[in-house]
């Protein structure tokens, strides 16, 4: 079953030709399971891998679906839990194969591959083809770079590519570093079973600190001796299809905002907390740098706008205020010192928050990062806190987490989207509120909530409209034309794995977004994989992260 939507001259390199989706990773058995169905049928089977029907259930009718234009009917293997890889055959169509088991073996693959895609997203080592095999590569952008309108450099050599082009940018790598921070602090135990075989020799240290600790370093070199923080490096307009070894363009540091120095300090001292028992010494350059960016922002109470100056087209991150990473800041100060004053300074900025739309206190991307303050406001321990101010706060989560579950309800896919929601990043947003649906759960012990969440991994991997899996190298139709300098320009056929596509988005923000899908195509189906539609399937480092921290969260036992 072809996507109707595309123009039919053009050549999707992923397109599932059936209409039986499921995870293409598989579901956790005793867990609730269900593929999604765009055809009516009396019954399924499932077929293991010798071709044996195992079981056999009734198809239910969900309805019609407003994201993806569909009737979509349900094909519920709840009941079944014997593990093995297994497909859904019904009328003559068959899914992709997936597999049922525990958490480790159904997703400790996908898990390791997107932590893992950090590793290749590193700038200025070279990836060294021990760790890196294929995709080995030269260092890349290793010069000092020029500050904006001056003639002085500055070595700000290493962190991670931001995305499908090679700029490094301070709000962004602040957003996907928290996320994984929090991944191992909420989820110790499966992110230390996380490996990903990377270069550092650190002792008992997860590899999963160990590649934070790579961005960290960055970030820390961004900073000013005045404790403010420059926003980006980048070449000054986006380099061509061709490897980072390659880019060879000036680098210029651009001038500093409040949010990269607000973003600076609060993921420096979440840091500085994560990293104080593995190794006091990191910990305490961690605190220095976060204490240095907080005091010139109390030296700067107003707000320090970034802009790309005339002629940059490599990403702006701009926002519209800087009250948001401010809160983020304070919590994490707090977090990390118990000092009143940061106290003070987080309940003032809480405060300032409540007057602006209610999504920024629980929103954890980069535009928005309020709800990384909220997150470590709650998961504060001192004997000052105010128990139940944390306490709304973990209601305002709950609340947000009852009302994407209804959304889950009505979707005969179980995203907890909104027609608005696909927007660029979608995944990121399906992420998100997969994150919020966790949290939900464990402060309510609601098991709805639970379940609500784990649905977000499934669509994520294959039980959506077109049925693709937007991680490489997971499933059998998997993205694998990404948006992706590297990827594109390195050789090699096979793409690296791990890596979360941009997905879906209805404003098709990209020209040939534009030519491939028709006008009136349902939000969930604005999608091709193909790596000219950079506005479709991206990769981003806070992409990634975002669905690290919500499949740590939803995959444990
Ligand atoms: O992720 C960003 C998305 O939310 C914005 O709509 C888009 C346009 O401003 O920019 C995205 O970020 C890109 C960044 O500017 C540069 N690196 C690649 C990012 C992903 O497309
Ligand atoms: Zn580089």
């Not at 269900?34 to 089977?45: C, D, G, L, N, Q």
């Not at 997860?206 to 820390?220: I, Q, S």
């Not at 077109?466 to 590297?486: A, F, K, M, N, Q």
Request: hydrophobic share 40%; charged share 25%.
């Amino acid at each position: 079953m072809a996507n109707t939507y595309f123009d039919g001259a053009h050549d999707t390199h992923v397109t599932a030709p059936f209409g039986i989706f499921a995870d293409q990773a598989g579901y956790i058995a005793g867990r609730r399971k269900f593929a999604a169905m765009t055809f009516p049928a009396e019954h399924f089977s499932l077929v293991n891998r010798n071709g044996d029907i195992v079981y056999e259930h009734e198809v239910t009718h969900a309805g019609m679906d407003e994201c993806s234009g569909d009737d979509v009917y349900i094909a519920d293997l709840t009941a079944f839990d014997i593990p093995g890889t297994y497909r859904i055959c019904a009328k003559g169509q068959s899914s992709a194969t997936f597999h049922i088991g525990s958490g480790s073996a159904v997703y400790g693959k996908v898990l390791r591959d997107m932590l893992k895609a950090f590793y290749y997203l590193r700038c200025g080592c070279g990836l060294d083809e021990r760790y890196a095999g294929k995709f080995a590569h030269p260092p890349c952008h290793d010069r000092d770079a020029l500050i904006f309108g001056t003639d002085t450099r500055v070595d700000v050599c290493g962190g991670w590519h931001d995305a499908g082009d090679y700029g490094r940018y301070v709000t962004a790598g602040a957003s996907a570093c928290a996320q994984l921070l929090y991944a191992y602090r909420l989820c110790p135990h499966i992110m230390e079973n996380t490996e990903t075989d990377i270069p550092e020799s650190a002792p008992g240290m997860p590899d999963v600190l160990r590649e934070c600790r790579f961005e960290l370093e960055w970030l820390m070199k961004m900073q000013r001796a005045d404790g403010a923080v420059y926003h980006k490096v980048t070449t000054m307009i986006h380099a061509p299809f061709i490897m980072p070894e390659d880019d060879k363009d000036e680098l210029y540091l651009f001038p500093i905002s409040t949010s990269a120095t607000a973003d600076l300090c609060a993921v420096c001292a979440l840091a500085a907390g994560v990293y104080a028992d593995l190794d006091s010494q990191f910990s305490q350059t961690l605190k220095a740098a976060a204490e240095r960016a907080y005091s010139f922002l109390e030296d700067h109470p107003g707000w320090i706008e970034f802009r790309n100056p005339d002629g940059c087209n490599t990403g702006e991150y701009g926002d519209s205020g800087d009250i948001d990473k401010r809160y983020w800041a304070a919590a994490e100060m707090y977090a990390l010192t118990g000092e009143m004053r940061y106290h003070t300074a987080f309940r003032h900025y809480s405060g300032e928050l409540e007057k602006l739309p209610s999504f920024i206190r629980t929103a954890l991307g980069y535009w928005a990062v309020g709800g990384f303050g909220t997150l470590a406001y709650i998961f504060s321990e001192h004997p000052d806190k105010d128990e139940k101010y944390a306490q709304e706060l973990k209601n305002a989560i709950s609340g947000e987490g009852y009302w994407l579950a209804d959304k889950v309800d009505k979707c005969g896919y179980g995203a907890a989207m909104d027609t608005a929601d696909y927007f660029w990043g979608s995944n990121m947003k399906l992420a998100h509120n997969g994150i919020i649906l966790a949290l939900s759960a464990s402060f309510t012990g609601d098991k709805r909530l639970k379940r609500a969440a784990d649905e977000q991994i499934h669509v994520l991997l294959g039980r959506n409209a077109l049925g693709i899996s937007y991680v490489t190298g997971c499933g059998e139709y998997c993205c694998c034309d990404l948006h992706l300098r590297p990827a594109f320009a390195d050789g090699v056929d096979e793409c690296i794995p791990g890596m979360v596509s941009g997905g879906p988005n209805r404003e098709l923000n990209d020209w040939k977004a534009r030519r491939i899908i028709k006008p009136g195509t349902p939000p969930m189906k604005c999608f091709v994989d193909d790596h000219e539609c950079f506005s479709l399937n991206e990769v981003t480092i806070y992409w990634n992260a975002a669905a690290v921290l919500l499949l740590a969260l939803t995959c444990g036992e």
